[in-house]
């Protein structure tokens, strides 16, 4: 067949070479969200929520984090009362309504575990008071980056004038970053496994307040990992006795055999931001392989 050696004119060339540079297909495919959101991308994004964090912290020169987790439902004391009074007067005008009498009794136990937030936020400002004082950052406050124990965690560090990390997750029910987060440090997920790799990988620490399914994923998969060699033993402190041997009967896992005796003691339960501040120092210090230990002996290399 003969060819028909028709030709475009000057507008229809326009007109064509406009609809190939909007296409789709002639996107970048790194600028292209639609084709990284694809299935079969997956693993490009799980590399990306892997790199992005850890090249941003290398950055930031963050050596090591001491990870803190527990309740995102947990009152700061002034939100803790302040919901107490609106239920007292809402109580007082039908102090016979059964619900009424339910959200009063709710609110005072808010009030009761609120001093957990206080401590989260003390032993937080201990730490990064002490920690951050040269150009390599130790010991960095790393959490969910929500709020409740995380937020007090972050604020504890913000009061001291420290950096501390976020790492928030996409959820159904969209969680907002707490406000005492460092900007430049503050990341979102959308793969549960990075942000535990990302916990994990620095973490000299872990510290857990009480808390719900989320707390005790954490708490476990960090246990589970330093049971099985996948993490080196480190501190892992939990807070509030009362709270952890009434959830979890820990000796009778043990006299079942479940767990050793040894694995028993992979955790240390404290009471006061200053006992489990201390706890932590007094594991590194005994290893020697503490930041201020591994500092002394480059000081006493340079001599």
Known sequence: MEPLNREASDDQKAQMIGQIKTSKAYSLA???????????????????????????????????????????????????????????????????????????????????????????????????????????LEFVIVTGGGPGIMEAANRGAWETGSKSIGLNITLPHEQDPNPYLTPDLSFQFHYFSLRKMHFMMRAKAMVAFPGGYGTFDELFEALTLVQTGKKSLLPIVLFGREFWERVIDWDFLAEQGLISWAERRLFYIAETAEEGWAYIQSFWNKSGRGPWALEDKKKKNRR
């Open 30 to 136: 790194y600028e292209d969200m639609r084709f990284l959101n694809k299935r079969e991308l997956r693993p490009v994004r799980l590399q990306l929520e892997l790199l992005k964090p850890e090249m941003i912290l290398r950055e930031h020169r963050i050596r090591s984090t001491i990870v803190v987790f527990g309740s995102a439902r947990i009152l700061s004391p002034e939100g803790a009362r302040k919901n107490l009074i609106a239920a007292q007067n809402e109580f007082k005008a039908s102090p016979r309504n059964p619900e009424l009498i339910k959200k009063l009794n709710f609110a005072k136990m808010r009030l009761k575990q609120s001093h957990y937030y206080a401590e989260a936020q003390k032993f937080a400002a201990l730490i990064s008071k002490a920690q951050q004082k040269d150009k390599g």
